[in-house]
């Protein structure tokens, strides 16, 4: 990330949530049910900012979910660094 410019910082949904920040690009895992909910509910509440998804994807359905839960992007963890790394910056652009 820091190649990209761009700082990492983790946070709790609950977090999350609660922030004013309405500019940051933000990194939702979407591997199970629980976590497109969360999609979901944070599409609703922030429905212009950049969302990407992240799952651990080999059939294409979490990618599905993700996207169907109001994801922007997807980026895949079984996808190769290099790869990745491109369509996280893509998303950053």
Do not use: W
């Not at 946070?11 to 497109?36: G, I, K, Q």
């Not at 922030?46 to 996207?67: E, K, N, S």
Request: with cysteine.
């Amino acid at each position: 990330m820091a190649r990209l410019g761009r700082r990492l910082e983790f946070a709790a949904p609950s977090e999350l949530l609660a922030s004013d920040d309405r500019a940051a690009v933000v990194l939702v895992p979407a591997t199970n049910p629980t976590e497109t909910d969360f999609l979901r509910a944070f599409r609703a509440d922030r429905f212009m900012l950049p969302i990407t998804g992240v799952v651990c994807d080999i059939t294409g359905h979490q990618t599905y979910l993700a996207i169907r839960s109001g994801a922007t992007a997807v980026v895949n963890l079984l996808v190769p660094a290099q790869q990745r790394m491109k369509a996280l910056h893509a998303v950053l652009a």
